[in-house]
């Protein structure tokens, strides 16, 4: 697992760690397909917290977020969702969830990657990096799922 911040060309943690808006993104590997891990999203989006109960529901602060499907690529195995009630929006002026899976080069499984692209409502916010734990904890989750359904 890799997380990183995006910032500017020059020097990407000085821009982000001055900046109000910032992005934060991921990637997971996973043994399920890439088209499975999407459909689990996209087409079965209540099967998420079955899928995950641990993170839905008590991870770490437990919050609340509402989201809106923004995009759906199924070509791609994406999927956007913007955060439009809750928790989150407490601290953040906007926050924006992408995932895409995408198959692995040469062998079984995927990668998932998750983009967060958020505004905070002020420079006492931290930015988001346990949000991105909990994505990787969901990825994992969700994986385990697939593959029992199997």
Partial sequence: MATKMVGSATNPMKAEASSLVGKLETDV??????????HMFSGRPHHVS??????I??????????ERIE???PEKNLITFRVIEGDLLKEY?????????TPKQ????S????HVEYEKI??????????????VQVSKEIDEHLLNEE
């Fill in 50 to 55: 079955k899928a995950s109960p641990g993170n």
């Fill in 57 to 66: 529901k008590s991870y770490g602060e437990a919050k609340v977020a509402k």
């Fill in 111 to 114: 990668v998932v990657h998750w």
């Fill in 122 to 135: 002020d420079h006492k916010v931290a930015h988001p990096e346990t949000f991105i734990e909990f994505c």
């Fill in 93 to 101: 002026k906007s926050f924006v969830i992408t995932i895409q899976v």
């Fill in 106 to 109: 040469g062998g079984p499984g």
């Fill in 71 to 73: 995009a759906v690529e």
């Fill in 29 to 38: 590997e996973i043994r399920a397909s890439a088209g499975k891990f999407h």
